[in-house]
């Protein structure tokens, strides 16, 4: 039996849809840069690695030079455009309502830059929900590297063993294994069931309505 008291919540493509704001904000740069643009869809694979990465992946090899300049112009425009269509997934207001009626921790573990992962938690669900919200800081590691996961455990005065963890990608599936935590697959983000599948996650949901019953099924 396991007694979960802990969920930390990856942001974008988890609770978040954020997919357009940062396609519109990477092509706008490449646009600057005198670049053709990507599609929008295509970048459910540039991102959950951190800004950097979703540059340089816009950015073929002879143009990698440019992830500097690219990287200053996507964080310009994305700070003035992420919230222009940027919107909870349907079920997520009603999932982390369900959730607080269990007296549980709730955190935030982003790859997305610390500035803006906690100016969009508190634009969309105010600055008291989460007991932390943590995108990634300067000269930390990002996720899969599981340092930040069992830095919130331990604030939150929890282990490992009671925290699950929910995530839309790869990263966050071998998050929580790397730190030991339960973790939950979300299809309805960035990635395939099929592609979760495969990363071993303890269980995989496909609404977030079905977060409770997942909640009651590892502590049966």
Same mark, same amino acid.
């Given at each position: 039996?396991?007694?979960?008291?802990?969920?930390?919540?990856?942001?974008?493509?988890?609770?978040?849809?954020?997919?357009?704001?940062?396609?519109?904000?990477?092509?706008?740069?490449?646009?600057?840069?005198?670049?053709?643009?990507?599609?929008?869809?295509?970048?459910? %694979? =540039?991102?959950?690695?951190? #800004?950097?990465?979703?540059?340089? &992946?816009? @950015?073929?090899?002879?143009? *990698?030079?440019?992830?500097?300049?690219?990287?200053?112009?996507?964080?310009?425009?994305?700070?003035?455009?992420?919230?222009?269509?940027?919107?909870?997934?349907?079920?997520?207001?009603?999932?982390?309502?369900?959730?607080?009626?269990?007296?549980?921790?709730?955190?935030?573990?982003?790859?997305?830059?610390?500035?803006?992962?906690?100016?969009?938690?508190?634009?969309?669900?105010?600055?008291?929900?989460?007991?932390?919200?943590?995108?990634?800081?300067?000269?930390?590691? %990002? =996720?899969?590297?599981?340092? #930040?996961?069992?830095?919130?455990? &331990?604030? @939150?005065?929890?282990?490992? *063993?009671?925290?699950?963890?929910?995530?839309?990608?790869?990263?966050?599936?071998?998050?929580a294994i790397n730190a030991h935590m339960i973790p939950i697959a979300a299809?309805?983000?960035?990635?395939?069931?099929?592609?979760?599948?495969?990363?071993?996650?303890?269980?995989?949901?496909?609404?977030?309505?079905q977060l409770i019953n997942a909640l009651t099924k590892t502590q049966k």
């Open positions: 039996m396991t007694n979960i008291n802990t969920i930390i919540f990856d942001l974008d493509g988890t609770l978040i849809d954020t997919l357009q704001d940062l396609a519109d904000s990477a092509n706008h740069a490449l646009k600057l840069l005198g670049l053709p643009p990507h599609p929008v869809d295509s970048f459910r %694979h =540039k991102v959950g690695d951190g #800004a950097r990465k979703l540059v340089s &992946r816009c @950015l073929d090899d002879q143009h *990698q030079h440019l992830i500097d300049d690219m990287l200053k112009q996507q964080h310009a425009y994305y700070a003035d455009h992420c919230f222009d269509t940027t919107q909870p997934y349907p079920g997520v207001p009603e999932m982390i309502a369900a959730v607080q009626k269990l007296n549980l921790n709730l955190a935030v573990l982003s790859n997305k830059p610390d500035d803006f992962t906690k100016l969009i938690v508190n634009h969309y669900f105010g600055p008291n929900l989460f007991q932390v919200v943590r995108g990634h800081l300067p000269d930390a590691h %990002h =996720k899969p590297d599981p340092t #930040a996961a069992l830095q919130i455990a &331990r604030h @939150l005065n929890t282990t490992p *063993q009671n925290t699950a963890f929910l995530g839309d990608t790869p990263i966050d599936i071998k998050t299809t309805w983000g960035f990635r395939s069931h099929d592609e979760l599948q495969k990363q071993g996650p303890q269980i995989i949901i496909n609404h977030p309505n």
